[in-house]
């Protein structure tokens, strides 16, 4: 069905590089979004892919591959503040809900 | 411009009672969307406005229900409380429903307590 499947928690060390993954199983989407949650905070959007290949944005970067349904969130040089739950999500074209992963939880060590 | 504002921030409710929860959408977006959201069970879809008319609904039972006005801002109702509807609830706001330019930006929730 219309489900965005994440790992529920990453661990990495300041300074490393980490990729959080997203895939699904049905397509027919318009493109695939990232999202960033603090505790306690809102989600606040920080990437998008409408297209195949990647898109940067500072130290983000995001994937998609269609054709091998799925898409990944790559954060570089990892900081402290970057300890927080990360959110793929998708807008499907025939029904237009906007769906979210369960979300992946990001633990940056000193 | 002014971000999404969701009112009231906190409320504390009794079960069997019932709760309205709001949200201004930034100006010009006519998309609102709604989602619960509770510890390890992610963003669960509510229900999209989009112009008024409910465009999608989610798996919620019918005590969730919620409405849109002429000026975008939305209102949801959530009637005979259970325990575990206690979760935070969250408004997002687009410009659209398709395509890019659809990214949904949240408002700080509502967290609703219910004893």
């Known amino acids: 069905g219309q489900s965005l499947e994440q790992p529920s928690e990453v661990t990495a060390v300041e300074g490393a590089i980490v990729q959080i993954n997203c895939t699904y199983q049905t397509s027919g989407f318009y493109g695939l979004s990232w999202y960033q949650q603090h505790d306690g905070g809102a989600p606040t959007f920080l990437s998008y892919?409408?297209?195949?290949g990647l898109e940067e944005t500072g130290r983000f970067s995001s994937f998609l591959s269609r054709s091998d349904s799925y898409g990944y969130l790559l954060l570089q040089e990892l900081q402290m503040k970057d300890s927080a739950s990360y959110f793929c999500a998708a807008r499907w074209s025939n029904t237009g809900k906007l769906i979210f992963g369960q979300g992946t939880t990001l633990q940056v060590k000193p | 411009k002014a971000g999404v504002t969701q009112t009231p921030r906190y409320l504390i409710k009794t079960r069997g009672q019932q709760v309205t929860l709001s949200c201004s959408p930034i100006?010009?977006?006519?998309?609102v969307s709604w989602y619960q959201q509770t510890p390890g069970q992610g963003l669960q879809f509510l229900f999209e406005?989009?112009?008024?008319?409910?465009?999608n609904k989610g798996n919620f039972p019918g005590r969730f229900s919620g409405r849109q006005f002429s000026n975008s801002r939305s209102e949801m109702n959530v009637s005979t409380l259970e325990l575990g509807d206690s979760a935070l609830y969250l408004c997002?706001?687009?410009f659209g429903q398709g395509g890019r330019g659809t990214e949904a930006f949240f408002g700080q929730g509502t967290r609703l307590t219910v004893v």
């Open positions: 406005y989009f112009s008024e008319t409910q465009r």
């Open positions: 100006s010009g977006h006519r998309s």
């Open positions: 892919n409408a297209l195949d």
């Open positions: 997002a706001s687009s």
